[in-house]
């Protein structure tokens, strides 16, 4: 039911701030943000990213500093992603489960020093195969059970190492109920479980491959076995229900704004959290307009995440999380 004009005017609520503020239906804040991290091996290390401009990789004694900064700032977490050497990079990937690799040791040095800021691990195998792939490859196919139990020897390997969340983001099927199992088993019953529900096969992932090293390797080889076809949106509410029932604590759909009409279908149809991720090429479509002069970051970066909310997201990984939540601090 809504009003008629002349006696409705839908813009008298809209004359002040102060009434815009009190009729608005979202909110942004800074407690909604996660900010995904690359981090690589050395000392004194900062290399940026040349496709998403000032986006740097950081060792971790660099990386520190910045997540202390993060935390500062009120960002309740950060995504962990690794830049593994390749020569540590193998047809199996069994890197991956080596409790002194790269994440873990970032793991653990983030847990000590930065403590009260939540630690998000993702478990796949594309940093860690020397093909890219996100599983173990066998007659160029992608196998499915194998896959998954490397991931639950991953998984577990950062529970060990102090991780606060789980992210599995390959796609595989059934992971959910066995890295579940398998962290129960171990006695990592408290470690939650971010499952990548509906995560599409995109090619808004570009820059994101060229950070981790993997784009190379995969050789224009797609992921669309096991990502989901970009045409499907009934199929992401099954997998975010599969995933549900497997032991999710939350879900999430990526990428983001291209993708909100299924956070909207997720947020609509299912009582758990909901992760969206503003992913690689989203923030450099942003980043490079702006640098160019052809928008304005600040507004428009506000606004992509504002969306996000609209349709329903509990929370937003962004590679702008830094930038946003000073934004919204200026802003007051
Ligand atoms: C792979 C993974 C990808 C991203 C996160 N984890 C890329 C892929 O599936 O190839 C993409 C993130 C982004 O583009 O920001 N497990």
């Known amino acids: 039911m809504s009003g008629s004009f002349p006696r409705t005017r839908m813009r008298r609520n809209r004359l002040s701030q102060w009434s815009r503020c009190l009729v608005a239906e979202a909110t942004l804040c800074v407690t909604d943000l996660i900010w995904p991290v690359f981090v690589e091996e050395g000392?004194?290390?900062?290399?940026?990213?040349?496709?998403?401009?000032?986006?740097?990789r950081y060792s971790l004694d660099l990386l520190i500093p910045k997540v202390k900064e993060a935390a500062r700032l009120g960002i309740p977490a950060v995504a962990l992603f690794p830049v593994v050497p390749e020569d540590l990079k193998t047809q199996d990937g069994k890197e991956a489960y080596n409790p002194n690799n790269l994440m873990c040791r970032a793991i653990q040095a983030i847990k000590q020093e930065v403590p009260e800021i939540g630690i998000i691990g993702d478990v796949a195998l594309d940093p860690y195969t020397s093909h890219g792939q996100d599983g173990l490859v066998v007659d160029e196919k992608?196998?499915?059970?194998?896959?998954?139990?490397?991931?639950?020897?991953?998984?577990?390997?950062?529970?060990?190492?102090?991780?606060?969340?789980?992210?599995?983001s390959d796609m595989?099927?059934?992971?959910?109920?066995?890295?579940?199992?398998?962290?129960?088993?171990?006695?990592?019953?408290?470690?939650?479980?971010?499952?990548?529900?509906?995560?599409?096969?995109?090619?808004?992932y570009g820059p994101f491959r060229d950070a981790v090293g993997s784009a190379g390797n995969l050789k224009?080889?797609?992921?669309?076995?096991?990502?989901?076809?970009?045409?499907?949106?009934?199929?992401?509410?099954?997998?975010?229900?599969?995933?549900?029932?497997?032991?999710?604590?939350?879900v999430m759909v990526k990428p983001g704004m291209p993708y909100?009409?299924?956070?909207?279908?997720?947020?609509?149809?299912?009582?758990?959290?909901?992760?969206?991720?503003?992913?690689?090429?989203e923030y450099a479509m942003i980043k490079a307009a702006s640098n160019n002069g052809w928008l304005d970051y600040d507004k428009v970066i506000i606004e992509s995440l504002l969306a996000f909310k609209r349709a329903g997201a509990t929370a937003i990984l962004s590679y702008a999380a830094m930038d946003v939540a000073r934004i919204i601090k200026q802003n007051g």
Not at 155 to 167: I, L, R, S, T
Not at 226 to 246: C, F, S, T, V
Not at 264 to 279: E, L, T
Request: net charge negative.
């Open 43 to 56: 000392q004194n290390v900062e290399s940026q990213v040349p496709s998403m401009p000032e986006v740097s």
């Open 172 to 204: 595989m099927d059934g992971r959910i109920a066995m890295i579940r199992d398998y962290l129960d088993m171990n006695d990592y019953k408290d470690t939650q479980i971010l499952a990548y529900s509906a995560k599409y096969c995109s090619a808004f």
């Open 220 to 250: 224009g080889v797609g992921k669309e076995t096991y990502q989901m076809n970009p045409a499907n949106a009934k199929e992401a509410l099954r997998e975010i229900e599969m995933d549900i029932n497997e032991g999710a604590d939350v």
């Open 260 to 281: 909100l009409d299924i956070v909207r279908c997720a947020a609509d149809n299912f009582n758990v959290p909901i992760f969206a991720y503003q992913v690689s090429g």
């Open 142 to 168: 992608v196998i499915n059970d194998e896959t998954v139990e490397i991931l639950c020897k991953q998984a577990c390997m950062q529970a060990k190492a102090g991780v606060d969340m789980v992210a599995p």
